[in-house]
């Protein structure tokens, strides 16, 4: 089956019991079982498995063309527990320089503690990427591509090749593709890992997270982490995203094409300085985006000439775009990664551009986000906002 029917119908036949044509949110904690030891269907406790979420996880496993998926509550959860199920203290873990903030607070405020070392490296430098395995006991290349926020895009297969050749495994986050655009698996990657929050939901209403398996054979030990340590997604989560899922492809489309529109409008702004959108022929790994995706994705950053203030100001001044962390939903939002969602990164080498704006471009009519951004940029220096949390009072927070 192609796509588009595997992401209408796999894990996902009508109900046995009734017909349902749409899988039931199974939303209980328990299954009856016919004597000891007789549990029906082999359900038993939905921390360990639950119908609804095994449908999700059908359905993202054949999207991602893996072996087995797991559905998380997060997907930092879902981070969490491939990496404790793939690593061991001692080991050490290679990053992208530029990786999700998130992933980087992990790695070095959380893992670090547990002896789990790791190094940034800008993976886009292959080269770099062999010099920092070099005489290292290297366990995983953890991968992302495009990268989040400054769309960097790394060549999977090639990093791949030089991941096996060291022993290492390849993991690579693909929230900001989706299946849809890109299949890590197929380019060599062991494992997918998803903030299913994002594309993949797609209608900012659900948390999740997932990972996804290459081979079968560490799925039995992921299971069995999944359960111990329990960050499961619940029935309705998993059914929200499921329902989510279905269209992934249309969106996916509508998100390519508006940020296609968005990109261009941005790189002939005099008051922009720099546009990261890998659909543009001028960025660094448009050719290999062009050959590892089927498409560029909704993802748009920038930056402000007039640097961080202005910056701050254009995300406070969008009337469409709403001011706000996360992406990939239908909605359009904007924010401004180094006071947001990447402040646990500042002060390290992974801080990003104070005058960076993201983009997450939606699905709605081309020309309205285009003249959005044209009135929220076009703004006056005496009308710019001031009064904004630092990042390193965010970070304080967080
Ligand atoms: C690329 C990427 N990976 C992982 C995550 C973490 O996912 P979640 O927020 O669902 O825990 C995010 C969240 O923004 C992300 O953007």
Redesign the pocket.
């Given at each position: 089956m192609k796509f588009e029917t595997r992401a209408i119908h796999a894990g996902q036949e009508p109900d046995q019991l009734t017909g349902a044509v749409v899988p039931p949110i199974y939303q209980t904690s328990t299954y009856k079982q016919d004597g000891v030891g007789g549990a029906r269907s082999g359900y038993e406790y939905s921390r360990t498995a639950n119908p609804t979420r095994t449908a999700l996880e059908e359905c993202l496993a054949a999207l991602e063309t893996g072996a087995r998926a797991f559905a998380f509550a997060?997907?930092?959860?879902a981070?969490d527990c491939l990496i404790r199920t793939l690593c061991r203290p001692g080991d050490h873990v290679l990053i992208p320089a530029d990786a999700?903030g998130?992933?980087y607070r992990l790695f070095a405020n959380v893992l670090a503690h547990w002896g789990i070392s790791y190094d940034a490296v800008p993976q886009t430098d292959l080269d770099a990427v062999r010099d920092a395995l070099e005489g290292r006991r290297t366990r995983l290349v953890w991968a992302?591509s495009p990268t989040?926020p400054l769309l960097s895009i790394v060549d999977l297969a090639a990093l791949a090749e030089v991941a096996h050749a060291n022993g290492a495994f390849l993991v690579t986050?693909n929230?900001?593709a989706s299946p849809y655009l890109q299949r890590p698996l197929e380019l060599g990657a062991d494992a997918v890992?998803h903030?299913?929050?994002?594309y993949l939901g797609g209608h900012s209403d659900v948390?999740?997270?997932a990972v996804v398996l290459r081979e079968a054979g560490y799925a039995d030990d992921l299971a069995f982490n999944q359960n111990a340590t329990g960050g499961i997604a619940g029935p309705f989560d998993a059914w929200l995203t499921l329902r989510g899922v279905k269209t992934l492809a249309v969106r996916m489309d509508r998100h390519c094409a508006n940020a296609a529109l968005v990109a261009r409008l941005l790189t002939a702004h005099p008051a922009v300085s720099h546009v990261y959108y890998p659909g543009l022929p001028e960025h660094p790994g448009h050719k290999v985006a062009a050959m590892q995706m089927h498409g560029f994705g909704g993802m748009v950053s920038f930056r402000l000439a007039a640097g961080e203030q202005k910056a701050v100001a254009v995300c406070g001044r969008t009337r469409l775009f709403t001011l706000g962390?996360?992406?990939g939903g239908v909605e359009s939002l904007i924010e401004h990664p180094a006071r947001m969602?990447h402040a646990s990164a500042a002060g390290s080498a992974l801080e990003v551009p104070a005058d960076l704006v993201r983009l997450s471009v939606g699905i709605e009519d081309a020309d309205d986000l285009l003249d959005d951004l044209r009135q929220a940029i076009s703004l006056r220096s005496s009308e710019v906002i001031t009064n904004c949390t630092s990042g390193t009072e965010r970070l304080k927070l967080r």
């Open positions: 997060s997907g930092m959860a981070e999700y998130g992933t992302e989040n986050d929230t900001f890992v903030s299913t929050t994002k948390v999740g997270g962390e996360s992406l969602t």
